[in-house]
């Protein structure tokens, strides 16, 4: 049997190479690289999704999270903080630039259920916070300062000490939103753009009036005297100025007040999320001190006595 001779070796096809393609070299990204790529991918990974008219679902979007390597927990995170934004828009307007921002926000995710959750800030804002419901819904309450009697006690005598900062907001919000089977998002907003309106609008007047105190001297001088000398002039420019110089820095002033309001409201929020997540989302009020807490229900006792005193039918004589 004779061997067959070794086939030829097959032409390579044009534009073909044999030679590997160097591979990049691997190396450690830091914490800016890291974000940016896996911000890019994600960005081209949902580009490149069918996605039609309605978007990605949450299904969709977890399942492109572990294509990136994304941990699930953080995404839900994510999810949950998302829904439970506020559409704030970067305050540009007058009133923003001088006094400060309108709302005070303040978001942290505890452990706890959203019912538990939303039970423990009723009972929180009710008893603690001398504030009344003024909506509800599934995932968000809102509320309003007190205007009973025992309210007006409460934040004139300031009993417990908290001084009440959430009264000076005209609605306080919370919305609650659930990230897994143990932890919700908590996002509380206060909002004090009226609060905020009123010192600008008093800042103004301030201002307005040390303007007036200033120029009113050397107008009433120019109209009276008839044949002003320089120094006249110069004397009453001197003043002009100094009114109009004072009035403007103290309506500054009052209007840039506004900004501490704001930071003892930030801190009132914080405080909230504070006792929620040492609670560990356990509904319940903080105690009062005993003497307080009677005295709260002594009010409480003798308004509803005045109350019902002032219907009983009176007899005749």
Not at 234 to 244: D, F, P, R, Y
Not at 266 to 294: F, M, N, T, W, Y
Request: with cysteine; net charge positive.
């Amino acid at each position: 049997m004779t061997d067959r001779p070794d086939p030829p070796p097959s032409p390579k096809k044009a534009g073909t190479s044999s030679v590997a393609v160097p591979q990049p070299a691997s190396r450690m990204l830091d914490r800016s690289e890291l974000e940016r790529v896996l911000a890019r991918a994600a960005e081209l990974q949902a580009h490149n999704a069918d996605m039609g008219e309605g978007g990605l679902s949450e299904a969709q979007l977890m399942e492109i999270g572990r294509d990136v390597g994304i941990s699930p927990q953080h995404l839900r995170q994510a999810l949950a903080e998302e829904r439970g934004r506020l559409a704030l828009q970067r305050d540009e307007s007058f009133e923003g630039r001088v006094a400060g921002p309108a709302q005070a926000v303040a978001t942290r995710t505890v452990s706890g259920t959203p019912e538990g959750i939303m039970a423990a800030l009723l009972s929180w804002m009710d008893n603690e916070e001398c504030l009344q419901v003024k909506r509800r819904f599934p995932d968000r309450s809102t509320w309003e300062p007190r205007r009973d009697f025992v309210g007006s006690i409460k934040r004139g005598l300031n009993i417990g000490g908290r001084g009440y900062a959430l009264t000076k907001a005209t609605e306080v919000g919370a919305t609650v939103v659930p990230v897994d089977a143990g932890r919700v998002l908590v996002q509380l907003n206060a909002d004090l753009g009226p609060a905020r309106r009123a010192r600008v609008v008093g800042g103004g007047v301030t201002a307005a009036g040390g303007m007036l105190a200033g120029v009113s001297p050397l107008v009433i001088g120019a109209a009276l005297i008839p044949d002003p000398s320089l120094a006249f002039f110069a004397l009453s420019g001197a003043i002009a100025t100094a009114g109009t110089l004072g009035g403007v820095m103290g309506g500054l002033g009052i209007a840039r007040t506004h900004r501490s309001a704001v930071t003892r409201t930030q801190l009132a929020l914080e405080q909230i999320l504070d006792h929620l997540q040492h609670s560990s989302g356990e509904a319940g009020r903080g105690k009062l001190p005993g003497v307080l807490d009677a005295a709260e229900r002594l009010v409480r006792g003798t308004v509803s006595e005045i109350q019902t005193r002032s219907t009983w039918p009176r007899s005749k004589p």
